[in-house]
């Protein structure tokens, strides 16, 4: 058995940030996570954020994913396992790690749950067919591994994912043959839209996919054009000749080990399914898990930093640990929080966080 | 329109353009950015003091033109490839127009490409006049091309020919 202060299960940004925060404090850190490399959804967005400028906008993914993965690395009470699968969590507050395929129990005083999303498939005929895959999944074989799924791509769904993955396919030399969108409205912000619609992709919003063609692996899709109802319009089928259908229809909170802790959980569509309440410390129902980014609600890597900060500082100040400044950096990071979440695009999830405090 | 079908439309382009006077002076920036969302880099790093201050990181950017001297420093920090320089006084019948590049290979100057509309159209040729490709740009290019004087504020993307 190891023992540590905090724990921390996920890497990503929320992760990083969460285990920087807590380090910085004084707390002795473990942070897991079960990729070989650190930086979650990071590692493959090569395109520059939005946001702030305190929010690093304007940098790209990766970039922000190396600086704080050596950050981390770098910070002695961080010790960082990789390659390390937390497969439960025991009600006497132990976490089961698997690596190398060795079984590790480790014992922390306080556990960061930052698992971040999965996502969220679609119901049509053949989707089980090769050549369908995830957008993260798809984004992860080009930007992460450099090969190309096919060469003829239909992405369904216009969001934010479905519309920069699209750019990035275009960017490795990859036709994207039509975005489409059952909604009436593109997701995705404009400027992203405009940007791949210039480049050459049609956008087909109130459109759905209706099958998938082929007997091995994906040889074409057939959409349709949907009405004010979301009923499909009979003879506006139309089959493309496509190889690889990437489907972006949204991400849902990781949430496993919140279940098996028994954290009180809601069900918020607007933060993409089942996400744990919690306090304004980030603190779930269980005291001493704490939840920071996506698994918390899906929102952006801006905010899953925010988070991660937030709920590093308040598991390590819980400990005792504290700084001349903890009470100044805990406000500022719930002023940025809340200027990130202003506006009308931040509408949904203010919506979504009103839901979901504890008590 | 645009939350639709992601075109850029006159329309929406007319509410941001630079006065006809301001056009004639020289290089001047257009931001293309029709939505509020929360982003300001384009304010952030404008030294000229060009774009208005954003009283909200919603709020959309506003170029104050007489202040732009369209040096492209904004072009290529704006994560949404928006902002766009023209410059009509480059020659009698050619305009140049400076677009925000992230695709490869990147032209070599004097090459002539194939210039692109807002919906993703051939509408021209154009000539590549010069690359800007500095460290500070991030993997953003800018490429300046030449352009019929009347297609510039229609040329907002190109392909290099043999490609794709
Ligand atoms: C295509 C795309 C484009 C995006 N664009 C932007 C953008 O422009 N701006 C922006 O701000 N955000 C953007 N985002 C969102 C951003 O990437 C995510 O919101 C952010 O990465 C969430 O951070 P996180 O730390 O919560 O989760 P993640 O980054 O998902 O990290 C979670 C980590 O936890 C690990 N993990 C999960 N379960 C376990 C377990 N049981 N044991 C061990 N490890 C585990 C995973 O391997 C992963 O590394 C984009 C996302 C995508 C997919
Ligand atoms: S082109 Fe230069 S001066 Fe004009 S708005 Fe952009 S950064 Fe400012
Ligand atoms: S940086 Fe670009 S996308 Fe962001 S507000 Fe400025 S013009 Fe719009």
């Known amino acids: ?359 | 329109m645009l939350p639709q079908d992601g075109i850029v439309r006159p329309e929406d382009v007319a509410s941001v353009l630079p006065p006809e006077e301001r056009l004639a002076q020289g290089p001047v920036a257009i931001a293309e950015c029709f939505q509020n969302i929360p982003c300001d880099p384009c304010y952030h790093n404008c030294k000229q003091g060009a774009i208005q201050e954003f009283k909200e990181i919603n709020d959309r950017p506003q170029i104050i033109f007489d202040k732009c001297n369209g040096c492209g420093t904004c072009m290529s920090r704006c994560p949404g490839l928006a902002i766009f320089v023209v410059d009509a006084t480059f020659s009698d019948s050619e305009a140049i127009v400076k677009i925000p590049y992230e695709f490869l290979p990147i032209p070599d100057v004097n090459e002539t490409v194939t210039a692109i509309n807002r919906a993703g159209q051939a509408v021209g040729e154009a000539r590549v006049v010069r690359v800007q490709n500095t460290k500070v740009q991030d993997r953003t290019v800018i490429v300046w091309l030449a352009v019929p004087k009347e297609l510039m504020l229609e040329v907002r993307h190109f392909k290099v020919r043999g490609v794709q």
């Open chain 1, 1 to 359: 058995m190891k023992y540590t202060e905090v724990a921390i299960v996920g890497g990503g940004p929320a992760g990083l940030t969460a285990a920087m925060s807590a380090a910085k404090l004084g707390a002795e850190v473990i942070l897991i996570d079960r990729n070989d490399y650190l930086g979650g959804q990071l590692i493959k967005q090569t395109h520059r954020f939005f946001g702030s400028k305190q929010q690093r906008a304007s940098e790209r993914g990766i970039d922000i994913a190396r600086e704080l993965s050596d950050q981390v690395m770098n910070i002695p009470n961080i010790q960082v396992m990789t390659e390390a699968t937390v497969l439960g969590y025991y009600e006497d507050g132990v976490l089961l790690v698997e690596q190398n395929k060795k079984i590790i129990t480790i014992h922390p005083k306080r556990i960061v749950i930052s698992t971040g999303g999965a996502e969220k498939t679609l119901l049509f005929p053949n989707n089980d067919l090769p050549g369908v895959y995830g957008a993260g999944a798809v984004q992860t074989l080009v930007n992460v591994y450099g090969v190309k799924p096919g060469k003829k791509v239909l992405m369904v769904g216009a969001g934010n994912i479905g519309v920069i993955v699209s750019y990035q396919l275009l960017q490795a030399g990859i036709e994207v043959v039509a975005i489409i969108e059952a909604a009436p409205k593109i997701g995705a912000y404009w400027v992203h839209a405009a940007k791949v619609v210039r480049a050459g992709v049609p956008i087909l919003t109130r459109h759905t996919i209706v099958k998938a063609h082929g007997e091995r692996e994906v040889n074409g899709a057939t959409v349709v054009r949907l009405d004010e109802n979301w009923q499909p319009i009979t003879g506006t089928q139309k089959k493309l000749d496509v190889d690889v259908i990437c489907l972006s229809v949204g991400l849902t909170p990781l949430s496993e080990l919140l279940w098996q802790a028994g954290c009180k959980m809601v069900y918020v569509p607007e933060l993409g399914g089942n996400v744990p309440l919690r306090n304004e410390h980030l603190e779930t129902s269980v005291p001493g898990i704490y939840v920071a980014g996506d698994v918390a609600g899906i929102e952006e890597a801006s905010a899953a930093m925010m988070e991660g900060s937030l709920a590093g500082l308040e598991a390590a100040a819980s400990l005792g640990y504290t700084s001349e400044t903890l009470q100044e950096n805990l406000r500022d990071v719930l002023e940025q929080l809340k200027g990130l979440r202003s506006g009308s695009v931040g509408e949904k999830i203010r919506k979504g966080m009103e839901q979901v405090s504890l008590g």
